[in-house]
């Protein structure tokens, strides 16, 4: 059975930094896409980064181009997401979830896309707010 757990949010200040964990366990995270996801209160469910199985391929929603960047330690069975230049608006409960085996990455509508991605972490809260 896959397991997922997010650590790693926290409080931080407009403009600061911040870097998330999800460590696996029960498979290899090199062989299944992982993407990270958001949800803040009233809103819907966000795609925000994944990262391919095969030569490490990112893609982010237009959100966070430029700002995130998700990397993965197989070593570790690790996948972090840096995230620079916080905004208030990035303010969330940040979910990571891996993908069927052989389903890519994919960006739709300005987001990474959720459907196949099957299982899921708790969630760890990151709030920008001075």
Not at 5 to 29: H, I
Not at 50 to 67: E, F, L, P, Q
Request: charged fraction near 15%; glycine fraction near 14%; aromatic fraction near 8%.
């Amino acid at each position: 059975q896959v397991q997922l757990v997010e650590s790693g949010g926290g409080l931080v200040q407009p403009g600061g930094s911040l870097r998330l964990s999800c460590a696996a366990s029960g498979l290899a995270l090199d062989y299944v896409a992982i993407g990270w996801f958001r949800q803040a209160p009233g809103k819907e469910r966000e795609g925000v980064s994944c990262i391919s199985s095969r030569h490490g391929r990112t893609d982010y929603a237009d959100s966070v181009k430029g700002r995130f960047t998700i990397s993965r330690d197989n070593a570790k069975n690790t996948v972090y997401l840096q995230m620079n230049s916080l905004k208030p608006e990035d303010t969330a409960v940040y979910y990571c979830a891996t993908a069927a085996l052989g389903l890519p990455c994919m960006v739709v509508g300005g987001k990474v896309y959720e459907v196949g991605f099957g299982s899921w972490g708790q969630g760890t809260q990151v709030t920008v707010s001075s």
